[in-house]
């Protein structure tokens, strides 16, 4: 069968409940492509303008991790959509066949999801039909997000094509939100991707029942059990981050792009991660008052301020650096304050004995009253004198010398010559009155 004169169609490969796809060729280009065609919708009218709306908005995403849309039109009354074959199996039906995926598996379809669902987040368009059936895997591993089929776009509510109350999603992997009847944000497409996940760790969604209503009911109130506990092999940080994919509130639930991140950088796997290295300290521009010290750097004591010394550097040069004075301790304190008491004490005796000496040189009379004989007291006046001490009196008139103390006996031997001489001189004196 030929549509539109150039794709060749082949064996189908997927059947849903608006369309079904084929394997086709593109003759035109001489590619494989696969070619989706609208089934005949007798009971919704909406049928028709959800198909258009999947090309638009799929036609506006161009990611390696989002089916990419090649062209549209209509044959024989009949929609069909032209998009990028994927030579793989949904991951509903690798569940089917191979049961839960191992953790690494797990997180790498995680951070390619979430990178497809992030591009789609930042074109303001929302899936809301994120569930195993619409994630495909190709023959390389390679995982790529198709059915935009209900999407919607966020800046145009009137694009969901609902009517009032309606609900439109799985309600195995619905967000509360969405359960509540609110619009449909791209917090709803991040708690679906993390509905797929428990999934493929488990091998069953976090939250089954009878009907649809009871599961909607457990999306708005029942905790998800943590997958460990349902023989989920995965670190202790996979399966806190997979709980706050399931947060109630849309706020405590991380971006797409944040999700992305997380999973493709190896978080998941819970590793420490290395401390940063140390950054490396720059040593300040030296001034030109202070150079800077080759050695210790400059500081400061409580025995005072700081003090100044030379320090050799490797080039033979000295630098003037700072060092703290050595601290004082009560003993070497009691030692250093007694000294200096000791070395004035010795100065003021020097002092004492040197003005003592200049003070007896100083008042010292002309002649002792050693001259002559002691015969009276000190002080006293003879009414009577000798001509030797008469002669002595007129010759040297001395009114303080019965004022004057006497001379020590210490003065004496070096005063015995000054005193013979005298004696000498009084003598010949003497002698020339008698003449």
């Not at 940063?276 to 210790?296: E, I, L, M």
């Amino acid at each position: 069968m030929l549509i539109a004169g150039r794709y060749r169609l082949h064996n189908p490969i997927g059947r849903g409940a608006m369309g079904e796809v084929w394997r086709a060729f593109d003759e035109a280009l001489s590619r494989p492509v696969a070619v989706k065609l609208l089934l005949p919708q007798d009971t919704d009218p909406t049928a028709a303008s959800r198909f258009r709306l999947e090309a638009q908005t799929a036609g506006r995403l161009n990611h390696p991790h989002v089916v990419g849309v090649f062209d549209f039109g209509e044959h024989e009354d009949r929609l069909f959509l032209v998009m990028e074959l994927v030579e793989g199996d949904s991951l509903a039906r690798h569940l089917t066949a191979a049961g839960p995926l191992p953790a690494t598996q797990v997180a790498q379809i995680a951070a390619q999801a979430a990178a497809g669902l992030a591009a789609a987040h930042q074109q303001g368009i929302v899936h809301r039909d994120i569930k195993p059936a619409n994630l495909l895997l190709d023959a390389d591993g390679t995982l790529k997000i198709g059915d935009f089929g209900i999407a919607r776009f966020v800046d145009d509510p009137a694009a969901a094509l609902t009517t009032t109350g309606q609900i439109v999603g799985t309600s195995l992997y619905l967000a509360p939100e969405r359960a509540l009847g609110k619009p449909a944000e791209p917090a709803c497409d991040v708690y679906a991707l993390g509905c797929v996940i428990y999934q493929l760790l488990t091998g069953q969604p976090p939250f089954q029942a009878d009907t649809a209503i009871a599961i909607l009911h457990q999306h708005l109130d029942a905790a998800p059990v943590p997958p460990r506990q349902r023989g989920a092999e995965i670190p202790a940080a996979f399966e806190n981050y997979l709980l706050a994919l399931l947060a109630k509130q849309p706020n405590d639930r991380p971006s797409a792009q944040q999700v992305a991140g997380w999973f493709a950088t190896g978080a998941w796997e819970g590793r420490p991660e290395p401390l940063p290295a140390p950054a490396a300290q720059t040593p300040a521009a030296p001034s030109p008052r202070h150079p800077a010290p080759s050695g210790r750097l400059p500081h400061t004591t409580e025995a005072g301020p700081a003090t100044t010394y030379a320090l050799p550097s490797s080039s033979g040069r000295t630098h003037r650096s700072h060092a703290p004075r050595r601290r004082v301790g009560p003993g070497m304190r009691g030692r250093a304050a007694h000294r200096p008491r000791v070395a004035g004490a010795a100065a003021g005796a020097v002092i004492f004995l040197a003005a003592l000496v200049a003070g007896v040189l100083w008042f010292s009379p002309g002649r002792s009253s050693a001259d002559a004989p002691q015969t009276d007291t000190p002080g006293a006046t003879s009414p009577t004198t000798t001509r030797e001490s008469a002669g002595s009196l007129s010759d040297t008139p001395d009114p303080s010398s019965t004022a004057s103390p006497p001379a020590s006996t210490a003065d004496r031997p070096e005063r015995e010559p000054e005193q013979k001489h005298r004696g000498d001189k009084h003598g010949k004196h003497d002698e020339d009155e008698d003449d």
